[in-house]
């Protein structure tokens, strides 16, 4: 698994983005996909996941009803599309893949690891 997060950048507050984890590996669509950011001086956390199938997503309490993730199993790329962005989600956001069977919000139960890609919400 070799994941590629793209599509970071700089929005204003309301704005939207799409991020996208594209994995050049061949067992995708076997993986737990999820999102973590790490704010400046934060600990990374948990935004949101998906099941290998799709059918099970899971978000924070923070991006719930703005933020949806989804992945294409054909294309090995998730996505995280992104809504009414707000300064606090300015944060680097890592995609991360684990071969468990169940959703997990803690880092460390993620194998693999994209580099991050950078949001900036401006006020």
Not at 82 to 106: F, Q
């Amino acid at each position: 698994v070799q994941l590629q997060a793209s599509g970071g950048g700089l929005v204003q507050t309301g704005g939207s983005l799409r991020l996208s984890c594209a994995d050049t590996g061949r067992t995708f669509s076997s993986y737990v996909m999820a999102w973590f950011r790490q704010a400046p001086g934060k600990e990374r956390e948990f935004v949101a996941a998906i099941s290998w199938s799709g059918a099970r997503t899971y978000y924070a309490d923070s991006v719930k009803g703005r933020f949806t993730i989804s992945r294409d199993n054909a294309k090995n790329t998730a996505y995280l599309q992104m809504n009414s962005l707000k300064p606090e989600d300015t944060a680097v956001y890592y995609c991360a893949a684990s071969g468990g069977r169940g959703i997990s919000l803690l880092g460390h139960e993620y194998a693999y690891w994209g580099r991050g890609t950078e949001v900036t919400v401006s006020s």
